[in-house]
């Protein structure tokens, strides 16, 4: 008797424990990006300010200025970049569409090849082929994963895209402000706040991709820092020759 002829229950612990991220919800990558980029790009934006010997005022405006378009900027590019992708697989869509409409038992003979070159019987997929088949839309679906992997019910959202990118990169970007908005009037403890704010943001993403929260913490950490470091030397460099 074959494992499904048997239709053994499944485990306890593999069934509660068998479960997956949302890896394609379109809110992830700019989020994290958005978050990131916030951060680090702000924190650049000032010390490199701040390296040309100005006033506090002018590195919180500067730093206002540089929240704001990048926020903007990180919105307007997320929506535009998932709204093209999802286009371009709306159209492939309706490329397989018209296939299945006009040459179903092509298709249909496509995919019980492709179940063959898996390791399926050749009777055995053709029969799974024409089943699947049936139903133009369970065909559609079929045929978008396999042959172009994807899911055509769960397309990353262009507004979700951008609203996370907006929301996390203005967070990201206020971090360093912070400081100078409570009254300081010195740089190190923006860039404190804000180096540790990279960690932290290295260690949460940690939790959603399952690497070491030290490792992708440091790492974070030691980028941004080394941004900073950068822009605040050629401030200081930009500053003094002019």
């Known amino acids: 008797m074959s494992i499904i002829e048997a239709q053994a229950p499944l485990h306890e612990a593999h069934r509660d424990n068998h479960t997956h991220r949302d890896v394609n919800g379109g809110w992830l990558r700019p989020a994290v990006f958005g978050a990131m980029d916030g951060l680090v790009s702000n924190l650049a934006l000032m010390t490199g300010v701040a390296g040309g010997s100005v006033s506090s005022q002018t590195i919180v405006v500067t730093g206002l200025a540089g929240l704001a378009a990048g926020a903007f900027s990180m919105a307007a590019g997320e929506y535009t970049s998932v709204a093209s992708q999802r286009e371009l697989v709306q159209a492939e869509l309706d490329v397989e569409r018209r296939q299945l409409r006009k040459h179903p038992i092509d298709e249909m003979e496509e995919l019980a090849a492709l179940y063959v070159s898996r390791g399926v019987e050749p009777a055995l997929a053709r029969e799974v082929a024409m089943q699947l088949s049936k ?58 706040l804000a180096l540790l704010g990279l960690f932290a943001c290295g260690a949460l993403v940690a939790r959603v991709t399952a690497r070491g929260w030290l490792f992708s913490g440091l790492r974070q950490l030691v980028l941004g820092g080394a941004a900073a470091a950068v822009t605040y030397g050629l401030g200081m460099l930009f500053g003094a020759a002019l």
Do not use: N
């Open 135 to 192: 139903d133009p839309e369970q065909a559609l679906e079929i045929h978008a994963r396999e042959e172009l992997g994807i899911d055509p019910d769960d397309l990353p959202s262009p507004a979700v895209a951008a609203v996370s990118s907006f929301a996390s990169f203005a967070l990201g970007a206020l971090l360093p402000l912070l400081p100078y908005l409570l009254g300081a009037t010195a740089l190190w403890p923006a860039v404190l």
